[in-house]
């Protein structure tokens, strides 16, 4: 007999997936701007899963060849959108699972006028994996990402040995992967992994890295350091052959 089709992916997702519902602000966003800001993506086992051979070309996404600048875990789209507005010779691309940020975001972003920014629906690792052509990237964020504190959610983390492999094959030779966090134990934990990572090398001096001076000031950041937490910047380069 044929096996059953799986249902379910091999590896858990560092995310889960509430349902809660859009407000009328978001669900004509969503209706209204996903043509012009939303890529659709085939998909795999999971609704936000990407299948393999779901590959786009960023050239013709966007219309041109440009810098790609990805955002993993955009939120809300505060980051994204203040970037993207403020650098119109760059293409910007936003990933994450939850639509409501999403709509949020294309709202934003239409009232900005950034039109050089597109946004996916999808489980970030493959996207990595399967939808950006090999070196496309210039710029990789991975900024404020849950921190899944408790002992036996850490399995749940974005930043292990696999998403560092699949960091560096979307990156360009000469890109730049950045991350940021305000939780010490995960800051020390993507720091081991990424010195470890045989792809990448440090791109900073000293513990950590200074503050990207191309992040704006979100509300994770702020809330971080009302509670005291001190916020963590890394940044690494694919390492040279």
């Known amino acids: 007999m044929p096996s059953e089709p799986r249902t379910f992916r091999d590896r858990p997702v560092s995310f889960v997936r509430r349902s809660g519902r859009m407000s009328e602000a978001q669900e004509r966003a969503w209706t209204e701007l996903a043509p012009a800001y939303l890529i659709e993506v085939p998909r795999g086992v999971a609704a936000t899963s990407v299948a393999q051979g779901?590959?786009?070309?960023?050239a013709a996404v966007y219309g041109r060849v440009a810098p790609l600048i990805v955002e993993i875990g955009s939120g809300q789209?505060?980051?994204?959108?203040?970037?993207?507005?403020?650098?119109?010779?760059?293409?910007?691309?936003?990933?994450?699972?939850f639509r409501a940020g999403l709509a949020r975001t294309m709202r934003d972003a239409?009232?900005?006028?950034?039109?050089?920014?597109?946004?996916?629906e999808a489980n970030a690792p493959e996207v990595l994996e399967h939808m950006l052509p090999s070196a496309s990237v210039s710029e990789l964020w991975v900024f404020?990402?849950?921190?899944?504190h408790k002992k036996k959610h850490t399995k749940r983390r974005l930043v292990t040995a696999d998403f560092a492999r699949l960091a560096a094959r979307a990156l360009r030779p000469d890109g730049m992967l950045r991350l940021a966090t305000d939780w010490e134990d995960y800051a020390?934990?993507?720091?081991?992994?990424?010195?470890?990572a045989p792809e990448f090398e440090r791109a900073f001096d000293g513990e950590w890295a200074p503050r990207f001076d191309g992040r704006v000031l979100t509300a994770f950041e702020r809330k971080g350091e009302r509670a005291g937490r001190a916020i963590r910047d890394l940044a690494y380069r694919p390492a040279t052959p």
């Open 54 to 58: 779901a590959q786009v070309e960023p």
């Open 110 to 120: 239409d009232r900005a006028g950034a039109r050089n920014l597109r946004l996916v």
């Open 188 to 196: 020390q934990q993507m720091r081991a992994v990424l010195d470890a």
């Open 77 to 97: 789209g505060h980051a994204i959108v203040h970037a993207a507005s403020g650098r119109p010779g760059d293409d910007f691309l936003a990933v994450e699972v």
């Open 144 to 148: 404020f990402p849950d921190p899944w």
